[in-house]
């Protein structure tokens, strides 16, 4: 049984002063380097004899302001990128990427290169449940917010990149990162 290491880089691109966003009207925050061509694709896979890599960039969000219980937060949405759903943390952008894994094969993740950049004055919208799909259209649940959770002040993603474990489907190995 072999290994197939898959490194992962993410690349928001720079390690340039933290963006304030405090008081900032509803718009599009750039995350590519000054005088480099927009990225135009996100995910990008090269192919090794033993390695496949995968480079995933965040060309930028954009921001609305949406006010709820005397707050105001910071929905943020990233083209093709989807946003985490856990009901009441904060919903931030995400990219799931699957790649097909050889039978026989454990892959190993881990990160080859990360690049952060720190974003001030910004309080994100926290993701609600979703409304159940009947009709006609109940009522909307109450909104949710984990304040414990708004409370901390620490780093929650232990590893902007993780893997689930090798998943079936229609007879292929999946892998998800």
Same mark, same amino acid.
């Given at each position: $049984?072999?290994?197939?290491? =898959?490194?992962? %880089?993410?690349?928001?691109?720079?390690?340039?002063?933290?963006?304030?966003? %405090?008081?900032?009207?509803?718009?599009?925050?750039?995350?590519? *380097?000054?005088?480099?061509?927009? =990225?135009?694709?996100?995910?990008?896979? *090269?192919? *090794?004899?033993?390695?496949?890599?995968?480079? =995933?960039?965040?060309?930028?969000?954009?921001? @609305?302001?949406?006010?709820?219980?005397?707050?105001? /937060? !910071?929905?943020?949405?990233?083209?093709?990128?989807?946003?985490?759903? *856990?009901?009441?943390?904060?919903?931030?952008?995400?990219? @799931?990427?699957?790649?097909? $894994?050889?039978?026989?094969?454990?892959?190993?993740?881990?990160?080859?290169?990360?690049?952060?950049?720190?974003?001030?004055?910004?309080?994100?919208?926290?993701? #609600?449940?979703?409304?159940?799909?009947?009709? +006609? %259209?109940? +009522?909307?649940?109450?909104? #949710? !917010?984990?304040?414990? /959770? /708004?409370?901390?002040?620490? /780093?929650? #993603?232990?590893?902007?990149?993780?893997? %689930?474990?090798?998943?079936?489907?229609?007879? !292929?190995?999946?892998?998800?990162?």
């Amino acid at each position: $049984m072999g290994t197939l290491p =898959v490194c992962a %880089q993410v690349d928001p691109v720079g390690k340039e002063p933290a963006i304030d966003l %405090q008081g900032a009207a509803d718009g599009w925050v750039p995350l590519a *380097e000054a005088g480099r061509a927009p =990225v135009l694709r996100e995910v990008t896979m *090269e192919h *090794e004899p033993d390695v496949v890599r995968v480079k =995933v960039a965040l060309p930028g969000f954009s921001h @609305t302001a949406r006010k709820e219980s005397g707050a105001t /937060y !910071r929905e943020l949405a990233s083209p093709g990128w989807s946003t985490a759903l *856990e009901p009441g943390r904060p919903a931030v952008p995400m990219k @799931t990427t699957l790649l097909e $894994m050889p039978r026989g094969v454990v892959p190993v993740v881990r990160i080859t290169n990360l690049v952060e950049r720190r974003i001030k004055g910004l309080s994100v919208w926290p993701a #609600q449940p979703p409304l159940p799909d009947v009709s +006609p %259209q109940p +009522p909307a649940p109450p909104f #949710q !917010r984990d304040t414990a /959770y /708004y409370a901390e002040d620490v /780093y929650h #993603q232990k590893t902007p990149v993780r893997s %689930q474990e090798i998943a079936g489907l229609r007879n !292929r190995r999946l892998l998800a990162i």
